[in-house]
């Protein structure tokens, strides 16, 4: 079955990125990936701005906090604030454990809270779970 949604990361350090990368292959998880390094150009990807093609959806976002230009919670807020993009699925991946941060995700409606101390197998569950929407989660149309 093809994949039906696309994960757009936005995470700034390489090494947790490629984490990512590496547990969708060795989950052989087919679902197309995009890495933004901020969230401006996350922005971007979404609204198809700044030279960018507009992200398909339907998308889940995978998110850190910590990220020049633009952090994690002033993404969330925006992202919120935009009629086109305001239903978008986000789980945040940091390694924030403040209770501010988990806080004010959660009043952006994140779907989930992740600390990468415990990434190694919490992200391959996450990713399973993400490869499960493809056969029982119903995505809103695309606006």
Sequence with gaps: MPSLFHILHIED???????????????????????????????????????HPRLSQPYVILM??????MNGIEFLHVLRQDADLER???????TSNRDE????TYNEQIAGYILKAKAGED?????RL?????????FPPEV
């Design 64 to 69: 850190d906090i910590n990220l020049p230009r």
């Design 13 to 51: 350090d390489e090494v947790d990125a490629e984490m990512v990368v590496r547990a969708l292959r060795t989950h052989r998880l087919d679902t197309p990936y995009t890495l933004a390094r901020d969230g401006v150009e996350a922005r971007s990807l979404l609204r198809g701005q700044d030279g």
């Design 130 to 138: 993400l490869d499960s929407y493809n056969y029982c989660v119903e």
């Design 101 to 104: 941060d988990k806080v004010a």
């Design 88 to 94: 978008s699925i986000v789980f945040v991946l940091t």
């Design 123 to 127: 992200v391959r569950r996450v990713l």
